[in-house]
């Protein structure tokens, strides 16, 4: 079975400093790993994704991830936020067994203050 | 790129009554989508698996006979919401996966979500 933990629900930061958002999953198979964003009543836009390749993934908009097996984590990271990145992440686990949905963690809201 | 269309967008009906929300994949075939719930705040709850031409497969807890699934043809699948009742008021967004060379990647392309308000 899979499941993700989003350690922190809200995570606040100025403009300009770094982000953290956390993420640990667990996993039967080998995993692959997302991150999706969400504006207020918008849909989903992927992030980033780690499919078993390089362990350091980079994404859209400044984003990166790095895949820790050791640790379990797969943690988002941005050095330098925008007000603009205020939304909702979601770390997102889809085990490699052909036709498994993917699962969502509980998400974390991202405000960014001025 | 490859874009899931859902609509309606927004939705307001009366308790007691029906609502039909559409998603289509408009640039590649989808012989599977996805179904999820999300609550206010909340994150996304898989609520079944659309199979063009046979059953949706539910997860736990959820009423088939509520919730309606039909995957007619490979790039529309519909979700019924049947006798809506206030509680049924939610987020529903539809999603389907990428393919490689027939091979599913694993990501998912989302709709953008239909706002369901039951009064």
């Known amino acids: 079975a899979q499941s993700v933990t989003q350690l922190d629900s809200h995570v606040s930061v100025s403009e300009g400093t770094p982000v953290l958002l956390r993420c640990n999953y667990s996993?039967?198979?080998?995993?692959?790993l997302f991150w999706y964003v969400q504006h207020p009543n918008k849909g989903l836009q992927l992030l980033l994704k780690?499919?078993?390749?390089?362990?350091l993934v980079k994404g859209i908009n400044g984003f990166e991830a790095e895949f820790k097996k050791s640790e379990t984590s797969f943690h988002l990271t941005k050095p330098s936020a925008h007000m603009s990145d205020a939304a909702e992440y979601f770390c997102?686990?889809?085990?490699?067994?052909?036709?498994?949905?993917?699962?969502f963690g509980k998400g974390t809201t991202l405000s960014v203050s001025s | 790129g490859a874009v899931v269309s859902q609509h309606p967008s927004r939705v307001i009906c009366k308790s007691g009554t029906s609502v039909k929300i559409e998603c289509r994949s408009l640039?590649?075939?989808?012989?599977?989508m996805f179904w999820y719930r999300q609550f206010p705040k909340q994150s996304l709850m898989l609520m079944a698996t659309?199979?063009?031409?046979?059953?949706?497969?539910?997860e736990q807890g959820v009423e088939k006979d509520k919730f309606l699934i039909n995957h007619a043809s490979l790039t529309l699948s519909t979700l019924t919401v049947t006798s809506a009742h206030p509680e049924d008021s939610s987020f529903y967004i539809c999603?389907?996966?990428?393919?490689?060379?027939?091979?599913?990647?694993?990501?998912?392309?989302f709709g953008e979500g239909s706002r369901l308000t039951v009064l």
């Open positions: 999603s389907a996966p990428k393919l490689a060379g027939g091979t599913n990647t694993g990501e998912l392309f």
């Open positions: 996993s039967s198979y080998s995993p692959s």
């Open positions: 780690y499919t078993s390749a390089a362990t």
């Open positions: 997102v686990v889809r085990s490699n067994q052909a036709g498994t949905a993917l699962i």
């Open positions: 640039d590649f075939q989808a012989t599977t």
């Open positions: 659309s199979n063009e031409g046979s059953k949706a497969t539910y």
